[in-house]
């Protein structure tokens, strides 16, 4: 444990080195890693978004890559092609930017749905399939997409079933005003994450993933997981509540988050501080719930309700 939680804080102080003062969106994006998820990070522009993609993938060993979604991406571009060698005459596979360990998809909403979906076997199955051939993907496997608001124009809301595939959605927010000064007294040489160097090995990473298998959750608190997800089922607010992929997704990140805090057991804490992040985005809110710009909040806001509303295992 002493090695591992080492190797965790390492990667979280690695980050905290460009991303000031927001050590919670910090924390989530290396869990989200632990627990074998990938990351969708929703804000307004210029708060730092791909950047803490960009750093998190930079305290890595592992390859990286990463995909500028625009409106005329095709998902060939993503998933690669493939070429037809005139002197062989045979097809040869050119794999894409989506075979990397850590895969930043950066504005996914601003392209269109057809390309967004590309993106769902690589995300669920680890492999990609292009003209009935199946090719697996490298481990550990990430994707980190950034997006902005649904209501910004240009872009293309993801499906239920493309957000499904996140394990978690954060946002950063603005900074506080004194770690904003530090921004700007910095130099400006260098994009500041290319000054991070990799931390952790890719066994290392690998190691990690395994570790968070081993967290055990007690039975009562396994029901205490399940009566959470039911009480999103059962909310007169909400028109769809959390799937089972949800509650497998809730049970993996309260264990990952339980390993970055120094512990091989779950406590109910745990599952209450992530509940927000991994379900708010897996349920759609009732007709005339939403205020205009707001439903990350309000999404947010009601599984914190639903949580408090369970009772907590003694």
Not at 14 to 33: F, H, T
Not at 39 to 53: M, N, Y
Not at 178 to 193: G, I, N, S
């Amino acid at each position: 444990m002493i090695n591992q939680t080492k190797s965790i804080l390492s990667i979280q102080a690695n980050i905290e080195r460009v991303i000031k003062g927001k050590p919670q969106a910090v924390e989530l994006a290396v869990v989200c890693l632990l627990a074998r998820g990938h990351l969708l990070i929703e804000d307004v522009p210029g708060v730092g978004k791909t950047t803490l993609a960009y750093s998190l993938a930079r305290s890595l060993d592992c390859s990286f890559s990463r995909i500028q979604f625009t409106s005329d991406l095709l998902p060939s571009d993503i998933l690669g092609v493939s070429i037809f060698l005139q002197q062989q005459q045979a097809f040869e596979f050119r794999p894409g930017p989506i075979f990397a360990n850590v895969v930043l998809a950066d504005e996914i909403n601003r392209t269109t749905p057809k390309t967004q979906s590309s993106l769902l076997e690589a995300m669920n199955e680890a492999q990609v399939s292009v003209d009935n051939q199946t090719y697996p993907l490298p481990q550990p496997f990430m994707v980190i997409a950034t997006q902005n608001p649904v209501e910004h124009h240009g872009t293309f809301p993801l499906p239920e079933s493309q957000l499904d595939r996140f394990l978690m959605r954060i946002r950063i927010g603005y900074p506080e005003l004194a770690e904003e000064r530090k921004v700007l007294d910095r130099e400006q040489t260098l994009h500041p994450a290319e000054e991070l160097q990799p931390v952790v090995s890719v066994q290392e990473t690998l190691d990690l993933q395994h570790a968070v298998e081993k967290v055990r959750m007690d039975d009562a608190l396994l029901d205490y997981l399940l009566a959470v997800v039911a009480a999103t089922r059962r909310s007169e607010l909400l028109a769809l509540g959390v799937s089972t992929r949800g509650a497998i997704a809730l049970q993996q990140t309260a264990k990952a988050l339980a390993l970055s805090r120094d512990r091989d057991y779950c406590l109910p804490d745990d599952i209450k501080d992530v509940a927000p992040v991994v379900l708010s985005h897996r349920v759609i809110l009732n007709a005339g719930l939403v205020s205009r710009g707001r439903q990350f909040e309000e999404s947010e806001q009601i599984i914190r309700d639903l949580v408090e509303s369970v009772p907590v295992p003694l």
